[in-house]
């Protein structure tokens, strides 16, 4: 008798369930294709629904990752528009060929090249420890009484939202230093100011991602849906002016909700000016590699705020720019090696996929009978501008409860009111109405699952879902009058409504 060793349970394989969600998506897109197809849609674009409905439900179940849901919606729209009926004419098929090719026509895009950019940008920030020595220094100017350190998170938040490119990014360089602050102070880690100083950087960095347009990736994303879908975007001081004054009432805002909902304990913090000190004489003083970066990032923000007004040359061209002095030997603060670890590639894939999704969606004219059917069902073409905002805007935020991502959210909502926006008859500016929705997008203030750099801040056990919700759920509604008070005054002077 031969006796095999017995595998012990804790070694044994693990059978992995599949996602629920992951199920949910493929029924719903099952049903969507079961559906009747309407007269005035096409196979293509009745197949593109199928799979944006199947993009939503696993986007907002998390089902698999963002990554691996990108591969199945290229690989659904192979087949699925590769085998549906070209609209040109329906007596030849797309191929399998062509569709791929439209499921990738996203990773050419100016906006994805773009993102790549600051992708590389922010990782030569962590690189050279630049963003750790701006943080520290705006500290020490502003001061440490509790108040001030408060008001040192927006300042921090806004300087870095000028120089990073990226949301998660700026969180991850600030939320270590302002623990190390933390700590320093001897103040608890479950203290009401430790609590406020978190969910002001997490808030914060939120709020000036409405600001800034190279702020954060679903910016982008709208702008290259501008160019697909309107022929033309906005520049980035336009942005920064319509932005940037709604960012900066609300940094205020933010600072009272946060003293009034989680009073600090102490109105000063002693030792507090020593630790910033000590930690920036541990930096040293300021490498080569810090200075060279400082002037690139001075030179891009440069370039970025007066294009269309000293010069031609667009953002992604000044920002590629910059790259090339970043990577030039001798000169260049970093090499290939250096940050290719550092860059999230699965945010390429992810970008480079919700373009597809979008521009495949205008392409088999899904997105334009949704519009359609969305004007003629909820009476939209009967308000005016400011209204049309209001509903459009309400929509985005609640819907956004069930997003883990303001990218997914943007691929999977701005194609469509986009051609909400083209349908509805009436004299108002489509570009303006599409970056003040791109605007709402931003607004992941209620839950922390709601973006990146809430999870970030959430994972320093400072603060629980409760404290950051009530917060949020204020800074939501407050931001949200105020976005209608600007529509009806300042927006509208700027010609945007």
Request: proline share 4%.
């Amino acid at each position: 008798m031969t006796a095999q060793a017995a595998v012990p349970a804790s070694q044994a394989p693990k059978k992995t369930k599949i996602p629920i969600g992951l199920v949910a998506g493929i029924l719903v897109m099952i049903g969507v294709l079961m559906m009747p197809l309407p007269a005035d849609l096409p196979v293509a674009g009745h197949r593109m629904l199928a799979i944006l409905a199947f993009a939503v439900v696993v986007w907002i179940t998390e089902a698999v990752s963002y990554e691996a849901s990108a591969i199945m919606i290229t690989t659904l729209m192979a087949f699925l528009l590769g085998t549906a009926p070209t609209i040109k004419d329906p007596q030849v098929v797309y191929g399998t060929s062509a569709a791929i090719s439209m499921a990738l026509t996203g990773f050419s895009n100016s906006a994805l090249a773009l993102v790549t950019g600051a992708l590389f940008i922010a990782a030569a920030m962590t690189f050279t420890g630049l963003d750790r020595r701006i943080a520290l220094v705006t500290l020490a100017k502003v001061g440490t009484s509790t108040r001030r350190i408060l008001i040192g998170c927006i300042a921090v938040t806004i300087v870095l939202s000028l120089v990073v490119p990226s949301a998660t990014a700026r969180s991850a360089a600030v939320v270590p230093i302002m623990m190390g602050v933390i700590a320093a102070f001897g103040v608890d880690k479950r203290s009401n100011i430790a609590a406020g100083i978190m969910i002001i950087v997490a808030q914060a960095t939120s709020i000036w991602n409405v600001g800034i347009q190279t702020a954060a990736a679903q910016n982008l994303l709208t702008v290259g849906f501008m160019e697909k879908m309107l022929g033309e975007r906005v520049a980035w001081s336009d942005w920064l002016i319509a932005g940037a004054p709604w960012s900066l009432i609300m940094s205020a805002v933010l600072i009272v909700i946060v003293l009034k909902l989680l009073p600090p304990e102490s109105d000063s913090i002693a030792g507090g000016k020593e630790a910033v000190e000590k930690s920036l004489l541990e930096l040293g003083p300021m490498t080569g590699a810090q200075k060279r970066l400082m002037a690139v990032s001075l030179m891009l923000l440069l370039f970025w705020s007066t294009e269309g007004k000293l010069h031609k040359f667009d953002t992604t061209s000044t920002t590629y720019f910059g790259l090339v002095l970043l990577l030039l030997p001798r000169f260049g603060v970093m090499t290939w090696k250096d940050v290719q670890t550092r860059i999230p590639w699965g945010t390429v894939i992810v970008f480079g996929v919700g373009i597809s999704l979008g521009t495949a969606l205008l392409t088999t004219q899904a997105g334009q009978w949704l519009g359609n059917q969305v004007v003629a069902h909820t009476g939209l073409d009967h308000l005016g501008p400011l209204a049309i905002f209001a509903i459009l805007a309400a929509f985005l935020i609640v819907i956004h409860l069930g997003f883990a991502s303001a990218t997914a959210l943007t691929s999977a909502m701005l194609p469509i009111l986009i051609s909400v926006l083209a349908t509805l008859p009436g004299d108002f500016s489509r570009l303006g109405m599409t970056m003040l929705l791109g605007f709402v997008v931003s607004y992941g203030f209620i839950l922390p699952i709601n973006a990146p750099q809430n999870m970030v801040c959430l994972g320093t056990e400072t603060f629980n879902a409760k404290q950051f919700a009530k917060v949020g759920i204020i800074v939501t509604i407050v931001g949200y009058l105020l976005m209608l008070l600007m529509g009806m005054t300042y927006w509208r002077w700027l010609g945007w409504l």
